[in-house]
């Protein structure tokens, strides 16, 4: 058996991605995807609404290609 792997599954509803199920070591962890009012995933959540992680955001400067933000959170 290989020790540490993990699983992704992706749970989509009506409005696209709406959460991601997180299998380690046998062991479930549901995760709750929030988006912006413009579609862009922002950040997840757990069950206990607490954030565990916060998505990079890919900004776009006027007349240029999008510029990325220097470190993720």
Do not use: W
Request: charged content about 15%.
């Amino acid at each position: 058996m290989i020790q540490n792997s993990a699983h992704y599954y992706y749970v989509y509803g009506a409005n696209g991605l709406a959460a991601l199920c997180v299998r380690r070591n046998g062991v479930d962890s549901l995760y709750y995807v929030h988006p912006d009012r413009l579609g862009s995933y922002t950040h997840l959540t757990d069950a206990d609404k607490q954030v565990v992680r916060a998505l990079p955001v890919m900004r776009s400067l006027p007349f240029s290609a999008p510029s990325f933000p220097k470190r993720m959170v």
